[in-house]
């Protein structure tokens, strides 16, 4: 058996369309919004503000916080229950250790840097898709960050790795799923998780597939940012 | 050796390169990394010889000690009072700043200030851990009361202030309101005239939105001429 | 502590004038998007200025309550997102979010808008649930008001899933609609004084003296009522509050 053709008909190494947008939530210090083929996701950022509950503060630096929620309409089966499932409590803390390597949160100590993402629609890749409009949103709120962070999944379906895995793709029964995220300037790595049996050269391919896909959300990124702030 | 790749007034994002070689300085906002200097956060190139600087586009208002501030009362302790202070971090009040006459420890609080009062007050000391002490002694710092206030970016303060207060004083002017901008980007407005009052705050808030362009003293002058006799329908729905 | 707020407000609306500028009975601007959740059987965005929600509208296929064996059911749920406002936390709903979820869901309910007989498939057996989710995107200001929309324009949307008799196929919907009659439309009169005014901004929305949200019928009636604020009201304001309400209802009918 061979993945000859993807499903929806993309080449191994094509990504699904991309498209961002900054300062989405007016009451929000800084927001951001990114979607990438059916996956849609906002980001909001609160802060420096004072933290609760106080024990949490460290008095050497701000902390930060994230918070990932998908919607109860936003999936492609059954309507998901809403509040915190211990998946999306995962997701939460592996979204905090992809942004904190960018943030430099030493100006605010006892204080909180709170990203909610909120996902109304979503084909696989929504954690990936979260970090990217959490990035524009951080960057949006003045937040100092010494770079960008760019998240997408890489993959396996049988015998072919390719490049942003859809929900077919995702939860095929000979398939691995690897969402990475990247700085972009380094392209050190802050997010890396998988889910199944890979070669170390398939993993290697993974990496450069991500990497050169970092290029492209960057400049989706990055056009989002400067768009918000472009002569009227 | 080395060049810089960006122009005056760009807006550039976290980690977009500014410059190349070592001839340049890294300032504000911007940080080196080997033979490049890169922007540390959102922002607005500002070149200066060799110093590269950005001005922040966003984010939340950061005590510093000399600023002048307004903010309101949430809490009456024992020896003063807690303000908000429209960031991150509260500010004290204590007694001997609050009032030119003496008041006495277990002396009734709230006759002073109540919670919920506005004042407009500087800011005489910030701690490293961002404890901030408030002080009402000082030429205009008083308890406000009547107006509407207004929160606008606190980036964005120097641009309403204008350079020696030209611009806040050119809205004063047109509006007949008397106005008062706090560093902490929280706006204190009083006018006899509702229209007249909203002319005042949907000029600042063109001042707000369009800080980062070129000729906006002369924009704010038509915008101001424009709606002379005040604004009664909203600008935008 | 919000005294001096609520006094600029009333010697505004006594000039017949807001804060920003607006008249006491004008509505921002509205608009409408539907189909906005792909994956959802029905779903709408509504701005009412910068206030944002997004409803969405998911079916399953439940047994029905025995002593309604011949019924489906409905259930409308209000999420008061962090990311809308400085103001609300994440954790268990507060009592605000519980009163907006409970107030939308019958003002939906109760217009008998869904006749949930039609949601039987096998009397005694299977019948479709309804369950609309709104979530709050921005809030500025009128959360009511959009939630209620949001919630209606979702569900006049929304279409059945296919379903084999076993297993729902939510990936490939039918053009069959929820059969809808008499959709409600709700709104919020606010009472400062002895003034009245509809959506309120973020200020307006804290210092009312007291509010009722109504919905109302295309007819003219109405089909659900509920005082908030914490001063009394006669009842001549009553029903001048509800006079106001039923007029702007026609407004907002406009949209959906």
């Not at chain 1, 000859?4 to 991309?18: A, Q, S, V």
């Amino acid at each position: 058996m061979s993945y000859d053709k993807r499903f929806d008909g993309r080449k191994f190494d094509e990504t699904r369309p991309m498209e961002a947008k900054a300062g989405v939530i007016p009451r929000a210090v800084g927001s951001g919004w990114f979607k990438i083929g059916n996956t849609e996701a906002y980001a909001a950022v609160y802060g420096p503000r004072e933290m609760f509950p106080k024990f949490m503060q460290d008095p050497q630096k701000g902390v930060l916080r994230c918070n990932y929620n998908m919607m109860p309409f936003s999936s492609g089966g059954e309507r998901v229950r809403p509040g915190p499932s211990r998946r999306s409590k995962e997701i939460s803390f592996v979204m905090e250790r992809a942004l904190r390597p960018v943030v430099d949160l030493t100006e605010f100590p006892n204080a909180v840097v709170d990203v909610f993402i909120e996902l109304p629609q979503t084909d696989a890749g929504t954690r990936c898709a979260g970090i990217c409009a959490a990035s524009i949103a951080l960057a949006d709120a003045g937040i100092p960050m010494k770079d960008m962070v760019c998240a997408i999944s890489a993959g396996r379906v049988i015998d072919k790795m390719i490049i942003d895995l859809n929900y077919e793709e995702d939860s095929h029964e000979d398939g691995v799923d690897i969402p990475i995220a990247m700085l972009h300037n380094s392209k050190q790595i802050s997010l890396l998780q998988m889910d199944g049996e890979l070669s170390v050269e398939q993993l290697k391919t993974a990496m450069k597939m991500v990497e050169k896909a970092c290029e492209q959300i960057f400049e989706v990124q990055k056009a989002a940012l400067k768009k918000k702030f472009e002569v009227q | 050796m080395g060049e810089i790749v960006v122009k005056e007034k760009d807006v550039v994002v976290p980690g977009e390169t500014l410059a190349t070689g070592m001839d340049f300085l890294p300032s504000f906002g911007t940080y080196r990394e080997g033979d490049k200097i890169l922007a540390s956060r959102l922002g607005l190139v500002n070149v200066e010889g060799k110093v590269i600087k950005l001005v922040p586009l966003s984010g939340v208002y950061h005590p510093k000690r000399g600023d002048t501030i307004i903010g309101f009362v949430r809490e009456i302790l024992l020896a003063g009072w807690r303000v908000d202070t429209n960031s991150a971090y509260s500010a004290v009040l204590g007694l001997k700043d609050a009032s030119p006459e003496f008041i006495a420890r277990g002396a009734d609080l709230t006759k002073y200030f109540e919670i919920g009062d506005y004042i407009m007050a500087k800011i005489i000391n910030v701690t490293s851990q961002n404890l901030v002490d408030l002080t009402l002694n000082g030429p205009g710092l008083r308890k406000l009361t009547g107006g509407r206030k207004i929160m606008v970016n606190a980036n964005k303060v120097p641009r309403i202030i204008g350079k020696q207060g030209s611009m806040v004083s050119m809205i004063k002017d047109f509006t007949n309101c008397r106005i008062l901008v706090g560093q902490n980007g929280v706006v204190w407005i009083s006018g006899e005239d509702p229209a007249k009052e909203l002319l005042a705050v949907e000029t600042i808030k063109k001042i707000e939105r369009e800080s980062h362009l070129s000729g906006l003293t002369d924009a704010i002058k038509a915008f101001l001429e424009q709606h002379k006799d005040g604004i009664t329908v909203p600008s935008d729905n | 502590m919000h005294e001096e707020l609520r006094n600029e407000i009333i010697s505004l609306l006594s000039k017949q004038v807001r804060l920003d500028g607006r008249k006491p009975d004008q509505y921002r601007n509205i608009s409408i998007e539907t189909g906005v959740s792909k994956n959802a059987e029905g779903s709408a965005r509504v701005k009412i200025g910068e206030t944002e929600v997004i409803a969405g509208v998911k079916m399953e296929v439940m047994t029905p309550y025995p002593d309604t064996p011949d019924q489906g059911s409905l259930m409308v749920n209000v999420e008061l997102y962090p990311m809308s406002s400085p103001e609300f936390e994440s954790g268990p709903p507060d009592s605000y979010s519980i009163e907006l979820a409970r107030v939308t869901d019958r003002g939906i309910r109760e217009s008998k808008c869904i006749d949930t007989k039609k949601l039987c498939i096998k009397e005694g057996e299977k019948a479709w649930t309804v369950v609309i989710d709104v979530c709050t995107m921005n809030d500025s200001g009128n959360l009511f008001d959009a939630i209620s929309l949001a919630a209606t324009a979702a569900l006049k949307s929304a279409v059945f899933p296919t379903f084999d008799g076993e297993k729902i196929d939510y990936k490939h919907k039918t053009d069959k609609k929820i059969p809808l009659n008499k959709l409600p439309v709700t709104v919020t009169v606010f009472k400062y004084g002895n003034h009245l005014m509809i959506d309120p901004t973020n200020e307006e929305d804290k210092i009312y003296d007291s509010r009722l949200t109504v919905s109302v019928l295309e007819n003219g009636n109405i089909c659900s009522l509920q005082k908030g604020g914490n001063e009394a009201v006669t009842q001549d304001d009553a029903i001048r509050m509800i006079e106001l309400a039923r007029e702007k209802s026609k407004e907002l009918r406009k949209h959906i």
